[in-house]
């Protein structure tokens, strides 16, 4: 297989990434054949998976632009994978040039696709990390040079707590960032269920085998368990909602019935 010129060279490009099957569901072009395979074989048992991933963009957009409006403009991304278009320092940049943008992932592709799309950007930086370890997040030089944890900050999860295993304990590691943050502060959040999706559970359940038989687990969870993330929060009306209920911009009743799976939020801390 020939290795472009994006895919770094310490990578192993025949095995599966999220990242990459992600960007495949977006219609992105960083994604191999291994990539587009384990899609095709998840959309099999939920055919309406790139739906449900484009309404998750979609609400991350509006979910930003509500966020600049109120007065916050710095952002910290974890999940970030590859920046496909309309990403996070596209919409908020292009509201205020200097809003400040700290993408995180620990999916070497990501990282090395998001350096080169930020090289010309002095407000937005990458930083290879992991959710579960937040220290290591915010006391990067690149968290430090760009957020300023003395005013609020916007905490993006979107798309990535439904890839934490429950023995790793996700509750702990958005508690523990979002206690470094200041008052005022708010979290973005997405999270896949089998709630809201068109299709019995044991159908869907065998994109979930897929996920897992690539070693990335996916941990769908009720909407009370994602509740539970905002614990300390308040939540912004209309609450936690499958996706195009969020402040929608366009009328919900057109959307395809694959893009209610799953639960948004988001909430501002005390």
Avoid at 71 to 88: A, C, E, H, R, Y
């Amino acid at each position: 297989m020939e290795r472009p010129a994006w895919a770094p060279r310490n990578i192993d490009i025949s095995v599966p990434s999220v990242s990459r099957i992600y960007d495949f569901y977006l219609g992105g072009s960083h994604n191999f054949e291994v990539d587009r395979e384990a899609a095709r074989s998840a959309m099999e048992y939920i055919p309406g998976l790139p739906k449900i991933m484009q309404a998750n963009r979609a609400f991350m957009r509006r979910a930003v632009r509500h966020v600049m409006d109120e007065g916050i403009d710095q952002f910290i991304d974890i999940g970030s994978g590859i920046p496909t278009f309309g990403n996070v320092h596209e919409v908020a940049q292009g509201i205020r040039p200097g809003a400040r943008v700290l993408y995180v992932d620990h999916d070497p592709v990501a990282v090395a696709h998001s350096q080169a799309v930020l090289a010309d950007n002095g407000n937005a930086e990458v930083v290879a990390a992991d959710l579960l370890r937040p220290r290591e997040i915010l006391s990067s030089p690149e968290a430090r040079r760009l957020i300023d944890l003395n005013r609020p900050v916007a905490l993006l999860l979107v798309a990535i707590l439904h890839f934490v295993e429950d023995k790793d304990d996700p509750y702990a590691a958005v508690a523990r960032l979002g206690h470094a943050l200041a008052p005022g502060s708010m979290l973005v959040l997405t999270h896949a269920s089998y709630e809201g999706i068109p299709l019995p559970a044991e159908r869907a359940g065998g994109a979930v085998d897929v996920y897992r038989r690539i070693r990335n687990p996916l941990i769908m969870r009720s909407r009370a368990e994602v509740a539970r993330f905002f614990e300390g929060y308040d939540m912004v009306e209309p609450g936690l909602v499958p996706m195009p209920l969020w402040r929608p911009e366009t009328e919900p009743d057109d959307e395809d019935p694959y893009a209610f799976s799953g639960f948004a939020g988001v909430g501002r801390a005390a």
